[in-house]
């Protein structure tokens, strides 16, 4: 072999070894902006996830003191329905024992 193609062999070869580490570097550099740009969608998906948590928790919530107050409101006029049914059965009952004191 010539001296020329030896030169030419080695230029060769340097040349592939450094296409080989480019394209390392590059691949290297690939993974990691992916790596970056993963994790920030994954931040960025927990943060508005988190938010939307907090919405509507915040609106359960509401809805769940709605639904506390009616139910509030419901319980006090059954009561004061109640109270006003005893109130008259009971000056009924009073009448009726007095009637009955009264006539024996």
């Known amino acids: 072999m010539s001296l020329e193609a030896i030169k030419t062999i ?3 070869e340097e040349e592939a070894r ?3 580490l480019v394209t390392r570097k590059n691949a290297q550099d690939a993974v990691e ?3 970056k740009a993963g994790a920030e969608i994954v931040t960025s998906t927990i943060t508005r996830a988190e938010s939307e ?4 928790t915040r609106l359960v919530d509401h ?5 506390a107050m009616a139910l509030a409101s419901t319980t006090a006029n059954r009561q004061a329905t109640l109270h006003a049914r ?3 059965r009971l000056e009924a009952a009073a009448q009726l024992i007095f009637e009955r004191i009264v006539n024996t």
């Open 18 to 20: 450094q296409a080989v």
């Open 63 to 67: 809805k769940a003191t709605e639904g």
């Open 10 to 12: 080695c230029a060769a």
């Open 86 to 88: 005893a109130e008259r």
């Open 33 to 35: 902006a992916t790596k």
């Open 53 to 56: 948590i907090a919405q509507l």
